[in-house]
């Protein structure tokens, strides 16, 4: 990828808001000292226009071909559009859930069976999302086999994702950003180390061995 994009990308994720320090809950119910809200994107078009193109360098760089794009409800919908209009590649979207009205789909949009679906994703935890999606989109015919995201928090979600036999992109990691803003003033080297530890310590296996010990305890109760 351009360097000198990459960098201004990361500035702006920082100047719009997009990286916060503090106590925030995931949806996995994991408390984090850091929260990446890249929804906010959807709000600064410049910003989402460059996810856009840096994603589409990624595809070219790596040869990625693909017949349409799936955002991941509901965060990547916007960088999904994006992605489509740069790319002129048609679009779907997949719900949360059916409606019971209309044509109850799960999956909106244009496509037939043995289409080839690149995934787009905003923030990468422990990949569940994506590997949701994936598999609703292959029930409904659709070939997945390559996922991009804005930014992987680096706690096993990748290697989770390609288990699944989904390869997987991204265009920041984590410690890309957090080593930028180190190196921008922003913030402390302890805290960019500190925030890595708490990433690498929660990881998805350590995830898995707390849902297992939890079920232990309850069943156990």
Known sequence: MDRTELESFMDNLYEIGCVKFGEFYLSTGLKTPVYFDLRLIVSHPKVLQQAGKLI?????????????????????????????????????????????YGCKKMVEGVYK???????????VVYGTSINETSQTLREYGLNVSCAISILDREQGGSKVIQDN?????????????????????????????????????????????????????????
């Open 56 to 100: 589409k360098q990624i595809i070219e760089q790596n040869n990625i071909n693909f017949d349409i794009i799936c955002g991941v409800p509901y965060g990547a919908f916007a960088v999904a559009t994006s992605l489509s209009i740069q790319t002129d590649k048609p679009m779907v979207f997949k719900r949360k859930e059916i409606k019971d």
């Open 113 to 123: 069976s043995g289409d080839s679906c690149l995934l787009i994703e905003d923030v």
């Open 165 to 221: 036999l989904i390869n997987f992109f991204s265009i920041l990691k984590a410690s890309d950003i957090l080593k930028h803003l180190v190196n921008r003033g922003k913030i402390s080297e302890s805290k960019m180390n500190e925030t890595i530890e708490f990433l690498n310590k929660n990881n998805y296996k350590a995830f898995v061995l707390q849902n297992s010990s939890s079920k232990t305890i309850a069943n156990e109760a």
